[in-house]
């Protein structure tokens, strides 16, 4: 697991290092920040989105063509839900080995 993890910072770092040559663990910390934020706004949205087209008494009608497409729909959403977990979990194990806390207060000003 944590050779995985280290994996990906070598694969990230070799292949942002060719873009820039100040990389630096504060910029890599940063970006990591910045996916865990926007990943968890997403998460949000699709928890809300899920809750209004679970309320079936907001359907039109009832039958079960439309009940079918809202299923369809229930489905996709807890697909995007899960996803979305996924990468604020995988995210969140790269930041915290990274011990990038320490950067919060600068990216939290900006």
């Known amino acids: 697991m944590l050779s995985k993890i ?3 910072i070598v694969i990230f770092l070799a292949v942002s290092g060719n873009a820039s040559d100040d990389l630096k663990i504060k910029d890599v910390c940063k970006w ?3 996916e865990i934020l926007g990943w968890h706004q997403s998460y949000l949205l699709f928890k809300k989105r899920h809750i209004e087209v679970s309320d079936k008494s907001k359907y039109p009608d009832t039958d079960d063509k439309t009940i079918q497409k809202y299923l369809i729909k229930q489905k ?3 697909e995007a839900i899960d996803k979305a977990e996924k ?3 995988n995210f969140s ?3 915290h080995y990274l011990e990038c806390t320490r950067f919060e207060k600068k ?3 900006n």
Request: aromatic fraction near 16%; charged fraction near 35%; hydrophobic fraction near 45%.
């Open 87 to 89: 990468k604020i979990q």
């Open 32 to 34: 990591y920040h910045e």
């Open 93 to 95: 194990k790269v930041y």
């Open 6 to 8: 280290l994996l990906m």
């Open 107 to 109: 990216f939290e000003k």
């Open 76 to 78: 996709k959403l807890v």
